[in-house]
C-alpha cells in the first residue's frame, strides 16, 4: 500500500498539469482520435467541437452555484457550529479519514450535488479539528463520495428509466427503481461501499507524507460577523436596508416556503436545483442581513472560476464524442465479444473509459444507452443490470475525471494534483465491489 500510494501520488505531481490544462490535453486528443478512428475530417472534428461548446451552460451555472452556495451556508455562524461539533467526533487522522469518507459516501447517496458541497466543506472543517491529518487525502476522500451517487437516489439513469415517456421506453419499457437502485446487485454494492471504502481510504495514510492545509479561504478562523461588527451604524436610508434583517428574514421564508411546495408536491425530489435553492435561502436567512450576504457571495465567488472556463471545454469534448461517433465504437467494441453474462461488467468497463470523456451521466446514457440495451435485448441480458452497468461505470471513473471535482477542489483550495494519486487507488479498489455485484448477482 504504502509502494502504490506514493508511487501514483508522485507520478501525479510530476506529470499531471492543472485541471484547466487537462481539459485542454483531452481535447487535442478526442480531436485527433476522431480524425483517425472515424470518417470524420479535420474539420468536420472542429465544427462538432464548437457546436458543442456552449451545451453545459446552465449545468456549469448549476455547479457553480453549487460552489458559491454551499460556500455561503458554511460560513455562516450556525452551521460553523454544527460542522465543528460534528467533526469532534475525529481525535486521530485515521479516524478523521474515516468519518469524512462516510459522511460524503451517506450524502452522495442522497443527492451528488448536496454530497459534493457537504463531504468538501466537512472536511475543512474536520482538518481543522485534526491537524496532523494528510490534507490532501482528507480532501480525496471527500470526493471518493461521488463512487456512489449514480446507484443513490438521484441516479440520472435509473430515474429517468423509471419516468414513463424516456427515450427509449419502446425498446426497453419502463423500468421500476426496485429492479435498479433496490435490486440486490445495486445494494451489495452500495453497503460493501459504504462499509469497506473508509477503512481503504485510512490505509491510503500509510502512504503518503502529512500535507496540512494551507491556501484555502474557508481555512481562515476570523469570522465574517466579527469584521462586520467594527463597521459604523448605518445612517442613511439605503444602509439600513442593508443591514435590516427584516427584509433577510422575508425573502428567505419565501424561498423556504417553496422548498417546502415542492417537496409536498414531489415528494423527496432532492434535486441539483432544489438543492441551490435550499442552500441559498437558508444563507440568507442566516447571515441575517443584506449586507452580510453579499460579502459572503463575493468571497464564495472567487471559488467558482475554474467551473465558469472550464466546463465549456468538457461540453466540446462532449460534442465530438457523441457527433463523431467515437462513443458509439467504444460500445460496439466491448458488445461485440460479450455474453449474458458477462455484457454488464463490460458495458461497465466500456461506460467508465466513455466517462473520461463524456462525464456526464445523462448525457453519456444517451450516447451508450441505445447501444447497450439494445445489445441486451438481443444477446438476452438483464437489461436493468445492463442499464446501471452504464450508470456505475459513469461513477466510477469520476475519480479520474477532474470534472466533477473541480466544486470540490474550489472549496478546499487544492489543485488536481494534490488528490488524483489518492484518486487512482481509490478507482483501482473500487473496481473490486463494483465488478463482484455485477458478476455474482
Known sequence: ?????????????????????????????????????????????????????WDL??????MSLVVVTGFILASTPVVKRFLAKLSDLAKTPGQAVMLVTFVALVACLINYGFGLVVGALFAVHVAKRVPAVDYRILIASAYSGMLIWHGGFSGSVPLLIATPGHFLEDTMGIIPVVDTLFSPFNIFIVITLLITLPFFNRYLLKGADPISPTNTSLWKEESKEIVNAAVAQPTTPAERMENSRVLSLLIGLMGLLFVGYHFVMNGFDLNINIVNFIFLFLGIILHGTPRRFLDTVSDGVKNAGGIIVQFPFYAGIMGMMDSSGLSEQISLWFVSFSTA??????????????NVFVPSGGGQWAVQGPIMIQAA????????????????GDAWTNMIQPFWALPVLAIAG???????????MILMFSFIPIALGLLLF
Request: hydrophobic share 60%; proline share 3%; charged share 15%.
Open 341 to 354: 453474462a458477462t455484457l454488464p461488467i463490460f458495458t461497465f468497463i466500456s461506460a467508465g473509459i466513455v
Open 1 to 53: 500500500m504504502r509502494f502504490l500510494t506514493s508511487f501514483f501520488d508522485r507520478l501525479v505531481q510530476r506529470y499531471l498539469p492543472d485541471a484547466f490544462l487537462f481539459a485542454i490535453i483531452l481535447t487535442i486528443f478526442v480531436y485527433f482520435l476522431g480524425v483517425i478512428l472515424t470518417d470524420n475530417g479535420p474539420m468536420e472534428m472542429v465544427t462538432h467541437w464548437g457546436n458543442g461548446f
Open 377 to 392: 435485448l438481443e444477446i438476452g441480458a438483464d437489461t436493468a443490470k445492463t442499464a446501471m452497468a452504464v450508470a456505475w
Open 57 to 62: 451552460l446552465a449545468f456549469g451555472m448549476q
Open 414 to 424: 487544492l489543485k488536481i494534483r494534490d488528490i488524483m494519486g489518492f484518486c487512482v
